[in-house]
């Protein structure tokens, strides 16, 4: 029973470029959770998705960021004309369906995005 | 404003000994608290899991308690182990909140021989 998935580990992106991020949640989750941890920093929510619907997304920027959670295949958080402040560690995190929580959440390894 | 503070930010033990980290919440009308780990570069592994209507949880060597009334929890940590180096997370859903998580900053634990 597979984890977390999310891809790619590391990512290295030039300033005005475009960053995704996949995460697939674990098998029979399909509640999806973004965080962001910047350097020095805690774990920051961003959104909250669940299949084809974004349920809570407080915690995301107005702008550049977007993220979806299609019927089929990962979760994307996709950052548009990526600027050096969006160097961070994102993280993804799934829950099984109905639960708001009471199984606890299980996190990605994360994906390490560096702004150059 | 809902918020989760970790005291200390930072600890180093020596080998065997016992440890409490702490963990502290301004509001608490809390779902429940969940304590983490961290190693440098990696991701987030759950240790354990406190609901709202519980007051500790047992895994092995850890132990975590709750007091919602004083906004508290802690994590006993015994017979400490270098292997159990790393940061130590505390996140709260509160009420209301749609299931986010509210983390602390963390405290990092250093386990030396």
């Known amino acids: 029973n597979a984890g977390v998935m999310q891809n790619p580990r590391h990512l290295v992106r030039r300033r005005g470029q475009e960053a995704r991020l996949r995460c697939s949640p674990m098998k029979g989750h399909s509640h999806v959770y973004w965080y962001r941890q910047l350097p020095e920093e805690g774990l920051k929510f961003m959104v909250y998705l669940q299949k084809e619907n974004i349920i809570d997304e407080s915690g995301m920027p107005k702008e550049r960021f977007s993220a979806e959670f299609p019927k089929e295949g990962p979760s994307i958080l996709r950052i548009q004309q990526v600027v050096r402040g969006d160097s961070a560690a994102y993280f993804c995190?799934?829950?099984?369906?109905?639960?708001?929580?009471?199984?606890?959440?299980?996190f990605g390894s994360g994906t390490r995005l560096t702004v150059v | 404003k809902q918020e989760v503070t970790q005291i200390p930010a930072a600890l180093s033990v020596p080998e065997g000994e016992n440890l409490v980290l702490n963990c502290s919440f301004t509001d608490s009308a809390i779902y429940n608290l969940q304590w983490f780990r961290q190693d440098p570069g990696k991701g987030l592994t759950s240790l354990l899991l406190i609901q709202s209507s519980q007051r500790e949880q047992t895994s092995g060597r850890l132990n975590a308690s709750l007091d919602k009334s004083s906004g508290r929890s802690t994590l006993y940590i015994a017979a400490s182990q270098p292997g159990d180096s790393a940061t130590y997370l505390c996140?709260?859903?509160?009420?209301?909140?749609?299931?986010?998580?509210?983390f602390g900053t963390g405290t990092r634990l250093q386990v030396t021989l």
């Open positions: 995190a799934s829950s099984p369906p109905g639960s708001g929580g009471d199984y606890g959440y299980t």
């Open positions: 996140a709260v859903i509160y009420t209301g909140t749609a299931s986010k998580l509210t």
